[in-house]
Every structure is written in C-alpha cells, then in structure tokens.
C-alpha cells in the first residue's frame, strides 16, 4: 500500500515528498508551495501531448504491420518509400542548419574520450564511475585479457613478473605513440626531471634527451629533480607517468615508473534507465538520492571488499605545478550526465489530478534537474560543471515531434526551477528507427540544448525488428551487426551530426560495448568507433574506459571530423533495408542454437531484475562468454523470439521447453547467489519465469518491442509477494 499526500491535486508518495521537501528543495532558492503547485500545472499540461506521442506509435505501428502483410516480402524500395512518407514515419526534409547550443563544458566541445554509464542506483558503482576520470593502465592491462596469458604470464596467483614485464612494455609503447622522445624510446630512460619548463630525459647510455613535441609536457608534481608525476597532454587527453623508486613496481623500473595514470571516462552517464530497476516511489527515491549525492558531492559508500570494509567517496581534483611554475587543477571527476526515462512508462510515486500515473519522463525530468541544480549553485563540495549547464541523455524517442516535446518539457521545467533558458542541454538517443530516418528534423528541435547524438544500436536493433515484425523472419541476432541497415545507420548518424554543427560543440556518439570481459576484443575493434569520427562512444566499466582512452590517443578525433565535414552521403536506402531472410536455409540445429543463446541470456537477465531489482547484470551465453545485459539487449532477445514464433520459424513448445530447459542452467549459474530464487523448481509459481514467458509470448503486442512494462509489472508482482513472505 502507498501512502499518499495530497498536494494540491496530485497525490505523492509520501517517501517522494518527504524526499523532495526535505532533501531536494532546500538550498535551492524555490519556495516549495510554488515548486508543487508549478510542478502540478506542468504535469497537466503536459500529459495529454505525451499521451498523443505515444498513441501515434500505436498507429503508425499499426500501419507498418498492416502494410507489410499485404506486401509480403515483395516491395519495390520507392513504394516502401511512398508508403512512408504517406504515413509521417519519413518527415519532409530540413534545410541545413547548424546547432547554437551554447554554455557547454569542455569535457565535450574540446575533449574526445570514452563514455562510461552506470546504474544510479549502485552507489558504490556510480562513485566508481564518476571517479573514473582516472584510470590505472597498469591495473587495466594486468587486470584483463587486453595482455595474453602466453609464455607463464598467467593473471592468478600473486604478482606474476613476467606478466608485469608484458605491462610495462605495452605501457611504455603507448608513452612512444603519445608523447614520443626525440630519436629515442622511454624504455631506455633512467630518470625523468623537469627544468626550465622542461621535462628532461635520461637515458641508460648517459645521453639526456627530452619529447619531440616539448609543448605535451603540461605539468608535475613533486620536486623537479624528483618528480613523483609527470603530467602529459596528447589529443586532448591528460596522461602521468607515475615515479617512485620506492614502490613494489617502481623499485623494480629502472626510471622507477610504478604506474601511468590516463585520463580515461571523461564524460559519464549516471543511468535512471535501462541499466536500472526502478517501478515504485520507493525505488525512484533512490535514484534521485543518489543522483542528489553526486551533484552535491557528499555521496559515499561502504562495503565489504573481501575482509576489508571500505569507504568509497568523491574523489579530489588533481594539482600540479604547470611548466612555468604556476598551480594547475585537472578535474578529478568526470562530468556526469543523467539519462532520464523515455516517454513510454508511467509510475506510482506521483498520481495526477485524474488518478493516473504520472508519465515518468516528467517526473524525471523535473525531479533530476531539481536535484543538479544545487551544482550550479555551488551547494556541494564539487561542482559538476564550469559553464552551468545541467546534462540530460533523453532515450528512446521516435521522430521530431517526440524531440520537440522533450524540448518543450524541459523549457517547462527550466522555468519551473527559476534556470536561464537551454540551461537544461539534451543528449539525443538515436535509437529508434523514426529518429534514425529523420535525425536531421530531431536534432532541429533540439538546436539550442542539444549537446549529443548517439547511436543506441541495441535499442536500436530491438526496434528494427519489431517496426518490421510482419515483413519477414529476422536473421540471426549475431547477423545484425554485419547488416547493411546498421552500417547505414551509423554513418549518417555521423553525417547528420557534423552537417548540423555539432563538431567543437556537441558529442557524437557510439554505442556500448557489451562485452565487458573480452577487453583484448575491445582493443582491436572499438578504435573503429573513433575512425568513423566520433568523438565519445560508450564503455560499461572504468577498466574498459581506461583502455578505451589508448583510441583517442592513437586517432586524432578532430583531424578525422575535419576530413569528413564536407562529405554528405545518401544512406537513407542501406538503413531501410530490412534485416529479414527470405530463403530459409536453418538447419534444425541452427535454429535451436539460436533459441537457446536468446533464452539462456533473456533469462539470466530477467530473473535478477524481477526478483532482485537488478537492472544490468553480467550474464552468460551460451558460449559461456559474460555478456552485459540491459533492458535493451533483453528488447532485442525477446523481439527475436517474438518475430521467429511469428513467422514459424520455430513453435510455442519449442521455445517453452528451451526456456525451461535453459532455467535449468541459469539456476546452476546462480548457485552461489544467497539471493537467488530457482526457476525451475516451479515454473508455473516463478514470477520471473512468468516474465521471460510474457515478454516472448506476448511480444509482439508489446509497444514498439519495450520490455518495461511486463518487467515493471512482474516486479511489483514480486515485490508485493516477497514483502509479505519476509
Ligand atoms: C544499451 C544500454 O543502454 S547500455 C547502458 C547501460 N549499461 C550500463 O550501464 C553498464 C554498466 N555496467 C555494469 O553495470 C557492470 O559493469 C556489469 C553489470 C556489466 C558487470 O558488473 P560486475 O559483474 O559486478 O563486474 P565486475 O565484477 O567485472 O567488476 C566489478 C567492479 O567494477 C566496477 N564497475 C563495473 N562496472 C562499473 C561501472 N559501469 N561503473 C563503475 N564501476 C563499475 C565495480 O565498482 C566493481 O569494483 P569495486 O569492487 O571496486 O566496487
Ligand atoms: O542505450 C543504448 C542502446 O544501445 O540502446
Ligand atoms: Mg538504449
């Protein structure tokens, strides 16, 4: 039962109200009759429209899913072209424009570099990300995959030295990439110093040396004939080398090196989102809790990392002594956006004047802005910004008018706050297939908040196969990434975003690696992220963003976008090519490999959120490689399995006994979980079980494919259950 207090004609949770009232309002120069009473009008006259948005779905899926019944298979591309745009699903075109986005800090106009997301609602997590603007690559490296385990440099035991050998060289090829000595490497150097604004290099052999670029020596710290730090600069991005002879590591280098220290997740999205279980007020004040905590400063945690009991906090800035002498302060923390929910889910905590659930967008956004604006403000110990801008990533939108309906809300709510307008700036998700085909028409509405673009290619492909469910069965869901519509896709995201101005101004973006154990993969591939132009692309862990940073080093972002300025491409035919199959050729024993794999992974992912709350989990596949699991990698398992049951390709039978057989499985993976409920002992009495069932059986009336409104209510359905059994 949810305790609410009336307010004026809303109905709020009384843990939401006392949380704002008593923890968001003060210090933030709102009188709180006003703020509930502007909050109240801006939710009624907003509602209707964001309920017209969302009924516009309805229709225009409709439509598709008619259209391609009674064209089966067989269109012609201008007859599909016609038909699209007879229905709104392809806007006129615009003009050029370019984006007047103003007040944004240089963590995007200046700097390239990963993007690490996080799930809010972890504290000890989110900490770690927003501490993440600094990274070990000795530990990244040492750490993972990204250095092989070959000739005895095996990572278990205690400290491996030949494995360490392997670290250092690496890192000491990445110091002759970045900042390259004249004629000479840094693994011959003895000693590092600094002179005359210089940084002097001693060789083995006696020679003295120095950079070949002098200028990317920006800092130390220490004494100059003993520097602790050397702070250098390349693309951009800040990088130390780390001296002290006395360390178990830097004894052990004969220039005393322990570590070099990058400059890795520049910019972070704290995530209310897909990585989040969120369905009550309950939930939503933790989100906004920990969200309050980061804006102002003062967010820790404790937890127990084997024996020991550690408290994790808000890391400082960095001080060096710049060249000339003068005190220099690299920020140490990076600059956090929020993802808001998309326009899609209502929620509890706030019911309107008619009894209805508040649309959580709404709240979202108002209640995150509320929360950062104590930044601008200067309320806390840190500040998330220099140019007083507040970071909002909005996903999940379809086509303009959905975009311009987030710049109306959040005009509204920067007048509600008492905020200077387009204080409030705006990273677009280009995720569904309507804001892929008109990105240009969505950037417009958005041109004086907009400070991203980003390809969401898992959302994305989720929508790609539920827009056109009807058309035809989906190739395999390891295919995808090889079609022509994401390779189209991708490209003019890059095309619209330099063609609208967002280079020097904006971010854009590219998607998430969900592998976040093959770091060794991520080395060899993601540096494709950085040569197609982007200038952030996303990261699922500070160890990944660390390694990541090496790209930004290795590739000039800003030469390439300079390259690719002028060059307009019409790909508009690549991303409408359909990724269906139209001579079936599965072997029956592809097409089980393909059941078990998205049932395996589905499940795993699932039976953590419904039961636990967890919104991003690390699960196996059947290759027993640990994939990251989302909300959105769940919209594309279970879109799958919808569209294959649709087409045939595989019975409601075959894909309950794969199911339960794969509960079998993800029971035994979970074995050592306390928390843990079992599948498979009663499938029928699983609630999670239930949901893994609904979200495949009755996916393909689910809207546009989304997986939270059968996740949220089999939630509540658990929570409600386990509440009254503890
Ligand atoms: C399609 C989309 O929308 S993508 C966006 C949504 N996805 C995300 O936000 C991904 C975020 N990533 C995560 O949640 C996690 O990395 C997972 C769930 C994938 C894996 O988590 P785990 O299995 O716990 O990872 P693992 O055991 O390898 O590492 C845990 C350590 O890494 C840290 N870590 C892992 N991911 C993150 C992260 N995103 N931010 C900060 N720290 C992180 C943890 O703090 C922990 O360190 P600690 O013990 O010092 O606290
Ligand atoms: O939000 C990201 C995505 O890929 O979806
Ligand atoms: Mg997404």
Request: glycine share 8%.
């Amino acid at each position: 039962m949810i305790n609410y207090i009336n307010k004026g004609k809303l109905q709020v949770a009384q843990e939401l109200y006392e949380f704002i009232n008593s923890e968001a309002l003060p210090g933030n120069g709102l009188d709180t009759e006003q703020f509930w009473s502007g909050f109240e009008g801006l939710i009624h006259d907003l509602t209707p429209l964001n309920k017209k948005l969302l009924k516009t779905r309805e229709v225009i899926q409709s439509k598709l899913n008619t259209w391609y019944r009674e064209n089966k298979g067989n269109f012609d591309l201008d007859t599909y072209k016609l038909f699209l745009e007879k229905i709104g699903y392809l806007e006129l075109k615009v003009e050029d424009f370019e984006i007047g986005t103003a007040g944004v800090d240089d963590e995007i106009t200046l700097q390239a570099g990963p993007q690490l997301v996080v799930p809010v609602n972890n504290a000890r997590y989110a900490i770690n990300a927003a501490n993440a603007r600094w990274g070990s690559l000795y530990d990244a490296l040492y750490g993972t995959d990204a250095i092989s385990e070959e000739d005895g440099a095996q990572r278990q035991g205690g400290y491996n030295p030949v494995r360490g050998k392997k670290v250092i060289e690496f890192a000491r090829n990445f110091l002759d990439q970045a900042a390259p000595l004249k004629d000479f490497s840094h693994k011959d150097v003895n000693s590092y110093t600094v002179a005359d604004g210089k940084l002097n290099v001693s060789l083995s052999n006696g020679i003295k040396t120095g950079l070949k670029n002098e200028a990317k020596f920006v800092g130390y710290q220490g004494d100059q004939e003993n520097p602790s730090a050397i702070l250098l600069k390349n693309n951009g991005l800040h990088f130390e080398i780390q001296v002290d002879r006395n360390h178990p590591i830097g004894k052990t280098d004969k220039a005393g090196v322990k570590d070099v220290l990058l400059e890795a997740a520049v910019t972070t999205i704290i995530d209310c989102e897909d990585s989040v279980a969120a369905v009550d007020a309950e939930d939503k004040v933790l989100v906004y809790r920990n969200w309050l905590g980061l804006m102002k400063g003062n967010i820790s945690s404790t937890f127990k990392k084997g024996d020991k009991v550690m408290i994790r906090m808000l890391n400082p800035d960095r001080r060096y002594v710049s060249p000339t002498g003068k005190e220099l302060s690299l920020k140490g923390r990076s600059l956090l956006f929020v993802r808001n929910v998309g326009h899609l889910m209502t929620n509890s905590a706030i019911l309107d004047q008619n009894g209805d659930e508040i649309q959580e967008g709404i709240m979202d956004a108002v209640i995150t802005s509320l929360v950062a604006k104590h930044t601008l403000l200067g309320n806390g110990q840190y500040q998330n910004t220099e140019k007083g801008s507040i970071y909002i990533v909005k996903p999940k939108m379809h086509g303009s008018e959905e975009v311009a309906f987030a710049n109306e809300l959040f005009d509204r709510v920067e007048d509600l706050l008492g905020l200077e307008r387009n204080t409030l700036k705006i990273g677009v998700m280009d995720e569904e297939r309507r804001t892929t085909l008109n990105l240009k028409a969505c950037i417009k509405q958005v041109k004086d908040k907009v400070v991203f673009i980003n390809t969401g290619f898992l959302d994305r492909t989720g929508d790609e196969i539920h827009s056109s469910m009807e058309a035809g069965p989906m190739v395999r869901k390891n295919d995808m990434k090889s079609s022509k519509w994401l390779q189209g896709y991708e490209q003019s995201n890059v095309v619209a975003g330099l063609s609208c101005g967002l280079k020097d101004r904006a971010q854009i973006g590219k998607g998430m690696w969900a592998m976040p154990d093959l770091m060794a993969d991520m080395l060899k591939q993601k540096i494709g992220h950085v040569k197609t132009g982007a200038n952030t692309a996303w990261v699922p862990s500070p160890t990944a963003a660390t390694l990541h940073a090496l790209h930004y080093h290795e590739v000039d972002v800003k030469a390439v976008q300079n390259e690719k300025l002028n060059q307009s491409a019409d790909l508009l035919e690549d991303i409408l090519e359909i990724p269906f199959v139209k001579n079936l050729n599965w072997t029956a024993e592809e097409i089980q490999e393909e059941l078990d794999n998205n049932c395996q992974t589905l499940l795993g992912y699932v039976v953590r959120w419904v039961d636990q709350g967890i919104g991003c989990s690390k699960v196996l596949d059947i290759n027993n490689i640990g994939l990251m699991e989302d909300r959105a990698t769940l919209r594309i398992s279970s879109q799958h399995l919808a569209n294959w049951l649709h087409h045939g390709i595989c019975t409601k039978e075959q894909i309950l006994a794969t199911l339960k057989r794969m509960a079998k499985i993800v029971d035994q993976q979970n074995a050592d979980d306390k928390e843990y409920r079992s599948m498979a002992t009663n499938y029928e009495d699983s609630i999670s079980f239930q949901a893994a069932c609904d979200l495949i059986f009755e996916g393909y009336n689910q809207p546009n494919g989304y997986t939270e409104p059968i996740l949220h209510r089999r939630r509540i359905e658990a929570k409600t259950r386990f509440a009254v059994k503890q």
